[in-house]
């Protein structure tokens, strides 16, 4: 782990040393300690802070990741800059993030170590390898050239997309790819409140689509892309030819909130045989009944194959069950739901 703070370093060590399945094998004070504690006692998971002196979190993982790939979970405040430098972290390579707590010290910190421990284990299995090659993302002046040969506009199609552990950066690759008139996107990314606007307004400047958070009574329409908002469920509904969001807190569904399988459901009711599932990488089965719902409606399902997810669990339990016509690498999706659109305009 990596923290400036001794007294964080002190909690997190025995908070993560209480799972007899998580040994902590060391502590570092800065980036430039942990280098070197990195090469020699080799972790499977780095935990690292996202603001220290010296060298912050995104720049370490800036220059760790291309040489030495790693799962890393970073450690983030809740204020305006910490969320910002935690979406900076994602982008970088971080595998997933826990934030400190804010109010309510105590059973914060209890809930924030239990949540630690279980990203931390999850994270051990993530594949990180990518990192080692990885492809520079579109500039501005491509994606306009893609934007300049866009799709005829599409009103009665909706793309459905899920994922968790890995997923903002197995989103953007996905999305980015889409031109300016693509049918609506709806997405769900585990993700708690705060980050979500944070990560629709990051995508907003890398797409040629505009992208924003979801609010309740939204109209999916081409060219929009809507993120959930993290503590309320997302789903679709439909007024007379009009398809709408409905944002709404509930109870966790599949261990999540949004839960994909919240979005996946509404999608296989409302829209049927004119929607498109896409399933990206992350943990555990959250929508994978609701991608096999969405088949049996009619709708062209997708999931993102072992080799290019961080964790092959959501794309996995779909394609087991059903819900996935066929794994793709993540390189491949974007243009494959290009496809599937073109090929169910023809259809139409």
Not at 15 to 33: K, R, S, W
Not at 67 to 92: E, F, H, N, R
Not at 254 to 272: D, I, K, N, W, Y
Not at 324 to 335: H, Q, T, W, Y
Request: hydrophobic share 45%; aromatic share 4%.
């Amino acid at each position: 782990m990596v923290d400036d703070s001794s007294l964080v370093r002190q909690i997190l060590s025995e908070g993560l040393a209480a799972d007899p399945g998580i040994e902590v094998v060391g502590a570092a004070p800065d980036p430039f300690a942990a280098r070197d504690m990195i090469v020699r006692l080799q972790p499977d998971v780095l935990t690292l802070d996202v603001e220290m002196p010296r060298m912050d979190g995104v720049e370490f993982l800036r220059r760790l990741m291309p040489q030495y790939p790693l799962p890393v979970i970073m450690v983030s405040s809740l204020t305006q800059k910490g969320k910002q430098v935690t979406m900076d972290a994602l982008d970088a390579g971080a595998v997933d993030f826990v934030a400190k707590p804010g109010t309510g010290l105590a059973q914060g910190l209890k809930d924030m170590m239990m949540e630690l421990r279980t990203k931390v284990k999850i994270a051990a299995s993530a594949n990180v390898s990518h990192w080692k090659h990885k492809r520079r993302s579109l500039l501005p002046s491509e994606r306009q050239r893609l934007a300049d040969t866009a799709l005829a506009e599409t009103t009665d199609k909706v793309i459905a997309i899920g994922a968790s552990t890995g997923g903002t950066e197995a989103i953007r690759q996905v999305v980015t790819c889409f031109p300016a008139a693509m049918p609506g996107v709806i997405i769900v990314q585990h993700m708690p409140p705060g980050f979500t606007a944070m990560f629709a307004e990051r995508l907003n400047s890398l797409c040629a689509m505009e992208v924003r958070e979801a609010r309740d009574g939204d109209r999916v329409r081409s060219g929009l892309i809507l993120i959930g908002e993290g503590g309320k469920h997302l789903s679709l509904n439909r007024s007379g030819g009009i398809y709408k969001v409905q944002c709404a807190a509930g109870e966790n569904v599949c261990g999540h909130c949004p839960s994909v399988e919240v979005l996946m459901q509404s999608v296989a009711r409302v829209a049927g045989a004119n929607a498109i599932g896409v399933m990206l990488t992350g943990m555990g089965r959250d929508g994978a009944d609701g991608m096999v719902a969405m088949r049996r409606a009619g709708a062209r399902t997708l999931a993102q194959d072992e080799k290019s997810s961080v964790v092959f669990g959501m794309p996995k339990e779909a394609w087991l069950r059903g819900g996935a016509e066929r794994l793709v690498p993540l390189p491949d999706i974007g243009k494959e739901v290009i496809g599937l659109v073109e090929e169910m305009g023809r259809q139409t």
